[in-house]
T-cell receptor, first 114, second 115 residues
Framework: EAGVAQSPRYKIIEKRQSVAFWCNPI?????LYWYQQILGQGPKLLIQ????????DSQLPKDRFSAERLKGVDSTLKIQPAKLEDSAVYLC????????????FGPGTRLTVT | AQKVTQAQTEISVVEKEDVTLDCVYE???????LFWYKQPPSGELVFLIR??????QNEISGRYSWNFQKSTSSFNFTITASQVVDSAVYFC????????????FGKGTKLTVNP
């Protein structure tokens, strides 16, 4: 069974530029999550989708971050404009349902903002 | 407030030693789940175990074992006879009740197993 796919794996941009990350969850997984993991810390949830609807985006900095999950499968996370403090690994995860199912994580995208 | 504390930032052991990673959590919910994830240098978080709040039985899986104690709000993880391949960052996480699947992670413990 294929795992969660993410691209790109690495990205370096200058501050004030924009960037987008892509995630393809495990087939059949209805729930998709985007996490931000700053160096030395645990992942922090940015947004959670159930199919193509948003369940939780309370920690998403909406003035610069946006995410969508068209057709309830793939998802993109965008940052515009980027700030230095956005340097982190962005992890995508998916799970089968909404009742305490374990989440499966992708390899992440390491973003460096200079 | 939901919180997970992993007090050990880094641990270094020699191969074949046993090592215990501590995890203390805070939640007011009566129903919740606790998880352990492994993050090797490749960066991908690997699911290790899920335990619900009503099941306090300890669990063993090969060289891995978990000790869940609600009285002390702890969910510790022990690796027996550690191996170099166990080197990674280990995260404890809490999934509190509330309908959302939001995982609250600790800051992780970096384990280095030296040959």
């Amino acid at each position: 069974e294929a795992g969660v796919a993410q691209s790109p794996r690495y990205k370096i941009i200058e501050k004030r530029q924009s960037v987008a990350f892509w995630c393809n969850p495990i087939s059949g997984h209805a729930t998709l999550y985007w996490y931000q993991q700053i160096l030395g810390q645990g992942p922090k949830l940015l947004i959670q989708f159930q199919n193509n609807g948003v369940v939780d985006d309370s920690q998403l900095p909406k003035d610069r971050f946006s995410a969508e999950r068209l057709k309830g499968v793939d998802s993109t996370l965008k940052i515009q404009p980027a700030k230095l403090e956005d340097s982190a690994v962005y992890l995508c995860a998916s799970s089968f349902g909404t009742e305490f199912y374990e989440q499966y994580f992708g390899p992440g995208t390491r973003l460096t903002v200079t | 407030a939901q919180k997970v504390t992993q007090a050990q930032t880094e641990i270094s052991v020699v191969e074949k030693e046993d090592v215990t990673l501590d995890c203390v959590y805070e939640t007011r919910d009566t129903t919740y789940y606790l998880f352990w994830y492994k993050q090797p240098p490749s960066g991908e978080l690997v699911f290790l175990i899920r335990r619900n709040s009503f099941d306090e039985q300890n669990e063993i899986s090969g060289r891995y074992s978990w000790n869940f104690q609600k009285s002390t709000s702890s969910f510790n993880f022990t690796i027996t006879a550690s191996q170099v391949v166990d080197s990674a960052v280990y995260f404890c996480a809490l999934n509190p009740q509330g309908g959302s699947e939001k995982l609250v992670f600790g800051k992780g413990t970096k384990l280095t197993v030296n040959p």
